[in-house]
């Protein structure tokens, strides 16, 4: 993701809630090997990965925990996988979102995760093990983080397609997104990815140009609207990207946009200042114009969400105690703390059990229940995010996650829907 | 000895040149005929990034609206930075007050970049001081929609940042015109448009030269404030390398690079063509 | 004959100083040679100035033929001036130099670059044609100055310093030039100048100007025979001005004469005793100092047989002595 994160955590409460969480969540264990308990010290982990979760308080987190140091680069996501790509030496760990990984991977600049030594391994969300949030539930199109998720053996270049011994990422957070709007300024309930279209908003609406992306919210549009049907709108054949693009260029020329956004602060910009009142958005920039006092509502459609997810894959050159550690770092990243720091942001996080266990009873109801705040839903920061009373946009986590449609994707036509595009802004 | 002492002296910029000029574009040229797929480069002699470039018609347009943009900067630019040049230069008599005018000049650059562009927002939004003033003062009854997210906008934020870099050289050559050559004119009976178009404009060429090229050259290659001023809505050909670059076509992208640097000489090239510069070095 | 140029009262000050030209008062005949000469500071090229209409008049009127120009801009007075280093453009040949001032009144290329060539051919640059200025030498450079000046058919040139740019042998070949012009042309020049030497050999009036006021107008004769103030006296030069008990006089150190008893000298002050202090030997003529006891000095320019055969040395006790009717007296406040 190209996502930021807004809110700056700081560390309340953290530590007996910390201990506790990784007690709770290393279940059996009862403790780290003493082995290498004291050289490990002298370990540094050299990760690279976005604003959503390379974040300081984490690696502070680690060194209190772990007591080894985890070197944070932070960047967006097209240069995380370019880099995981062309200089896999140059770090340890990538933080790295699914679909990237479907082009990264096979490149062969990671080593699978051994999941017997991921101690939840059983415990992560199903969406990453089974590809479905509950047995009943559809999986999403595009390059849902299953798809990509195991391979067979050490040396396959390709995807299992099912669950194997072996990760290509260790989730760490994902999100369902949909489309921002300004409530005050609407004038009528926004029900459908359609209503993006709608003259009303003639030059008040805006869609994110990061040809990725954009081209899943653009056909998201596009199929609500009727325009377009899909075979699957995460692998779309060129003459669905053809007609995509063709009713893009249209709507543009036609005015009803006002921009297209490439960075957070950007479509944070765009909202706050009223220039644009229904758009593509990312959770944090929702809350970031809620923050000034300006309503914003990350609204729920009918057709459902556009999903993402991330995750901390090995880079192949990694052994020995170095390795070690990063099983380590991986076992403590699912073992609550940073479960409870994410899901705080307004993300989901990989095991849900151990991350109840380090927030409130009001957080948890609040971020993963959809129930109204009993109080004031307070940033890492200190600052108040949403007064008590407050519901959560689009409810629970079941509500959100249950009706993911697609996830960001790797096309096979990638080359070809990025000429379009280009075409499309260009227009 | 003696000889070989002028190409001593000379090496060491020569040598960082050829290092860090002309071994990376050499570098471009070479990457610009591989073949890619997603994740990595594969050596090869292959047209097909130029066929791309030459075949699509994005990038005729794209270059068009470059060269659209590069051209109506240049003539904003260039009308604006000549007349700051002239009240510095012939009608602001005081040394103070000219350098205290010339620092004003330079004030769009006391912040980033980005800010700056930003900062045009709440400027020229639909609820902008903009907006808000000319509906306050009864001029307009809808906000002007076209002052942001427009080619417009491009342009003034283009004009805003580039005017300074034609000031500074046409101003430089309206200090070297010999104040008697004005005198020489008006006693031959020149007027005031006939003195500028017959005396200074001709005498300023160089400085008009190297502004130009200053202007030209920044916005040809200019990514930012394309896609921030335009709200993304208009393509540059920095932005479309700077899209390819993200997505790790870095052939294609090399292959633009080389397209557009061949363009900018060759602008280059005729502008020095029709202007003696070295006049101004 | 009636004036072609006429100032009266003419002043012209810049802030709140002193005046640099303080109601001057001066009328040219036509077709004549006028020099302004002065020390530097003295109001000449103010007034030059002042007359093409390059520098507003303070205070005073100027007439031009009889018409009052005192407001008008150059190129309506007829006038045309020809500027101190020349102020060629440098973008353009001699032969559209010279025809600038046509093609600034309307006329046709053909045309005016056909009248230009034949200013060209008047001062002698044919060949020059397509040179841009610095390809020419300074003497060139002044000469298509001039042919520029000139192709506007002005009824006055003014020429701001002209010749101080020459090396000494091109400044003797050009004053004969620029005499020879205004003779053949007919037209009135008026040549600012600080060099005694060139007024003398131009002028048919010359002025010679002090702080902003004119000391002395006249033909060059009459004002080297009979200088109207010590400043004209020393400023022209070849004279002493001496304080004699008869009162202040300027005698012509050519008039003076180095003798214990000046012929048909009488003891009426036409003398002057002293010790020799400088022998300067000039080829036709010695150039011989004598300081007095009561410190003033005088010179004698001796020719050099009368010098030689009587000779003095520096040191030695010497008279010099004059005829009295070479004594011009001279008004003491001055």
Redesign the interface.
């Known amino acids: 993701m190209t996502e930021q994160k807004k809110t700056q955590p700081s560390l309340t409460r953290r530590g007996a809630l910390a201990l506790a969480g990784a007690a709770l969540g290393s279940g059996a264990v009862t403790g780290f090997p003493t082995l290498w308990a004291q050289n490990i010290r002298n370990v540094t982990l050299r990760q690279i990965g976005t604003g959503v979760s390379g974040l300081n308080p984490i690696a502070e987190q680690v060194k209190k925990d772990l007591g080894f140091t985890l070197q944070l680069t932070v960047t967006d996501t097209?240069?995380v996988?370019?880099r995981a790509?062309?200089q896999a030496r140059s770090f340890d760990i990538a933080d790295i979102e699914y679909f990237s990984i479907k082009?990264?991977y096979?490149?062969g600049a990671l080593q699978p995760i051994d999941t017997k030594r991921i101690k939840l391994a059983d415990k992560i969300v199903p969406i990453f093990t089974t590809g479905r949030l509950t047995p009943e539930s559809a999986p999403g199109q595009g390059t849902s983080p299953f798809s990509v998720g195991f391979v067979e053996s050490k040396d396959a270049k390709t995807f299992a397609g099912k669950r194997t011994d072996l990760m290509t990422l260790m989730p760490t957070v994902y999100n369902a997104d949909t489309l921002g709007i300004r409530p005050d300024l609407v004038g009528r309930p926004i029900t459908h990815w359609k209503d993006l279209l709608d003259p009303a908003f003639k030059?008040k609406a805006?869609i994110l140009?990061i040809?990725g992306i954009g081209i899943m919210d653009a056909a998201m549009v596009a199929e609500s609207a009727g325009i377009v049907k899909y075979g699957d709108k995460g692998n779309m054949t060129r003459a669905e990207i053809d007609k995509t693009i063709a009713f893009l260029i249209e709507a543009?020329r036609a005015g009803q946009?006002?921009?297209?956004?490439?960075s957070f602060?950007?479509s944070v910009?765009?909202m706050a200042?009223?220039?644009v009142v229904i758009q593509s958005m990312w959770s944090p920039a929702v809350t970031a114009v809620r923050s000034r006092g300006i309503p914003c509502v990350y609204q729920p459609l009918a057709e459902g969400y556009r999903a993402w997810g991330s995750g901390l894959g090995l880079m192949r050159h990694l052994s020995g105690l170095e390795l070690d550690a990063a099983y380590e770092y991986m076992n403590w990243y699912l073992s609550g703390w940073c479960g409870a720091f994410l899901n705080r942001q307004g993300y989901y996080s990989a095991v849900l059990e151990t991350a109840k266990a380090n927030m409130s009873e009001n957080e948890w109801g609040y971020w993963m229940e959809g129930k109204p705040a009993t109080a004031d839903i307070v940033a890492p920061d200190g600052k108040v995010m949403e007064k008590a009373g407050a519901v959560r946009d689009g409810g629970s986590f079941t509500d959100r996650m249950g009706k993911v449609v697609c996830w960001n994707s790797?096309m096979n036509e990638?080359?070809y829907m990025?000429?379009k595009w280009?075409?499309f802004?260009?227009? | 000895m003696s000889r070989w002492f002028p190409w001593l002296q000379a090496a060491p910029l020569a040598l960082v040149l050829a290092t860090f000029l002309l071994l990376p574009i050499a570098l471009i040229v070479v990457v610009s005929f591989y073949d890619y797929d997603?994740?990595?480069l594969i050596p090869d002699f292959v047209l097909t990034n130029y066929q791309?470039v030459f075949a699509?018609?994005?990038t005729w347009?794209?270059y068009l609206?470059t060269l659209w943009f590069a051209g109506l900067t240049w003539l904003v630019t260039f009308a604006l930075g000549f007349w700051l040049a002239y009240y510095l230069a012939f009608v602001v008599q005081d040394a103070t007050w000219r350098t205290v005018l010339f620092i004003l000049c330079t004030v769009p650059f006391w912040t980033s970049n980005l800010i700056r562009m930003?900062a045009w927002?709440?400027f020229l939004?639909?609820?902008?001081i903009m907006n808000n003033t000319l509906m306050g003062a009864g001029l307009i009854e809808q906000p002007l929609?076209f002052l942001?997210?427009s080619d417009f906008s491009v342009i003034l934020a283009f004009v805003h940042l580039y005017t300074l870099f034609m000031v500074v050289p046409i101003f430089n050559t309206m200090m070297r015109i010999d104040r008697r050559l004005l005198e020489a004119a008006r006693d031959a009976g020149a007027g005031f448009w006939q003195t500028l178009w017959c005396v200074i404009l001709p005498l300023c060429k160089p400085g008009i030269g190297i502004g130009s090229i200053f202007v030209v050259v920044l916005v040809m290659g200019d990514f930012a404030t394309v896609?921030?001023m335009?709200?993304?809505?208009?393509?540059s050909v920095g932005?479309?390398i700077s899209?390819?670059i993200?997505?790790?076509?870095y052939p294609a992208a090399a292959a633009n690079a080389v397209v557009l640097l061949a363009m900018v000489l060759l602008l280059v090239a005729a502008m020095l063509r029709a202007i003696d510069i070295r006049k101004e070095l | 004959m009636r004036p072609d140029v006429e100032l009266i009262g003419v002043t012209k000050r810049y802030g709140h100083g002193p005046a640099a030209v303080d109601g001057i008062s001066l009328s040219i005949p036509a077709a004549s040679y006028c020099c302004l000469l002065g020390p530097s500071g003295c109001g000449k090229t103010s007034t030059l100035r002042m007359i093409a209409g390059h520098e507003t008049v303070s205070e005073g009127d100027i007439l031009l033929s009889g018409r009052n120009v005192t407001l008008l801009p150059p190129a309506a007075r007829g006038t045309a001036m020809m500027f101190q280093s020349y102020a060629l453009f440098p973008h353009l040949t001699a032969l559209e130099n010279i025809a600038f001032g046509l093609r600034m009144r309307g006329v046709g290329k053909a045309e005016r670059l056909a009248q230009a060539a034949g200013f060209l051919k008047l001062v002698q640059l044919e060949k020059m044609a397509d040179r841009l200025p610095a390809q020419l030498s300074g003497g060139q450079q002044q000469r298509v100055a001039l042919a520029r000046a000139l192709i506007t058919r002005p009824k006055v040139l003014l020429l701001d310093e002209p010749l101080s740019a020459l090396d000494p042998f091109l400044r003797t070949q050009m004053r004969e030039e620029l005499k020879r012009l205004q003779r053949e042309l007919g037209i009135t020049f008026i040549h600012v100048t600080h060099g005694q030497e060139e007024a003398m050999a131009l002028s048919d009036i010359a002025v010679v100007m002090d702080h902003g006021r004119i000391a002395q107008a006249a033909h060059p004769r009459e004002i080297f025979e009979k200088p109207a103030s010590a400043f004209v006296a020393r400023f022209i030069g070849g004279h002493n001005v001496l304080d004699l008990p008869g009162g202040r006089f300027a005698v012509r150190t050519d008039r003076t004469r180095l003798t214990p008893v000046p012929e048909g000298g009488a003891s009426d002050g036409a003398s002057l005793a002293g010790q020799v202090t400088t022998v300067e030997y000039q080829g036709a003529a010695v150039r011989v100092v004598v300081r007095a006891g009561d410190g003033q000095t005088a010179e004698a320019l001796l020719p050099d047989g009368l010098f030689h055969a009587a000779p003095v040395a520096p040191g030695e006790a010497a008279t010099l002595g004059w005829a009295a009717q070479d004594a011009h007296p001279l008004s003491q406040t001055a």
Do not use: H
């Open positions: 097209d240069a996988a370019q790509a062309t082009k990264v096979p490149t030059g805006s140009n040809p543009k946009f006002r921009a297209f956004w490439k602060d950007e910009n765009l200042s009223g220039e790797v990638d080359r990025i000429q280009n075409e802004i260009a227009a | 997603s994740f990595s791309e699509s018609p994005v347009q794209t609206k930003i927002v709440p939004g639909r609820n902008g929609e942001l997210f896609r921030l335009s709200g993304g809505q208009s393509a932005l479309m899209n390819q993200g997505l790790m076509q």
